[in-house]
């Protein structure tokens, strides 16, 4: 008898997705991971800081009636990218050269975009990620390398200083 194992971004695309579901954000859940030579090495989901208030008081995004993937100001959360990495460094794991992957899921279950923001990309890119792994809503599965990161915030950057 054959068995029929996950392929490999498949499985630790649903770590990730178990990883979410540690989330207190109300709106969406985010799980990350760090696999660094098919090993895992740290794991982070989107919540505010230890010992910070979270969404168990209410979303003030709600309240400001934010849209998705902007009005990051009104968030207490750190990023599960971002935690995933804080982690790594808390305990003592080297991040570099590691393929990180996350996935997003709304309250309902049902997956959402995930794709790191530009914060979470500069975070990414200096920590020596070497790609990023994760799925859309359709359930396909979507790689960044973030050399393209960079790329595109130059691009950004130079834009906006010719304003």
Same mark, same amino acid.
């Given at each position: 008898?054959? %068995? ?5 971004? %498949? ?120 790609? %990023? ?31």
């Amino acid at each position: 008898m054959v %068995v029929k194992r996950p392929q490999k971004n %498949v499985y630790y695309l649903e770590i990730a997705k178990a990883i979410a579901q540690r989330s207190p954000c109300s709106r969406r859940q985010f799980g990350a991971i760090i696999v660094v030579n098919d090993a895992i090495v740290s794991t982070g989901y989107n919540g505010p800081a230890r010992g910070v208030d979270n969404c168990d008081l209410g979303c003030l995004k709600d309240k400001k009636k934010v849209e998705e993937f902007t009005g990051y100001e009104w968030c207490p959360a750190v990023h599960a990218e971002e935690n995933a990495i804080i982690n790594a460094a808390r305990n003592g794991s080297v991040v570099n050269e590691g393929i990180l992957y996350i996935l997003g899921q709304r309250a309902d279950g049902t997956v959402t975009e995930s794709h790191p923001c530009k914060r979470c990309a500069r975070v990414v890119v200096n920590a020596g990620i070497e790609r %990023v792994v994760t799925m859309n809503s359709l359930g396909e599965i979507i790689s960044f390398r973030p050399q393209d990161f960079v790329h595109t915030d130059n691009e950004w950057y130079r834009e906006n200083m010719k304003k």
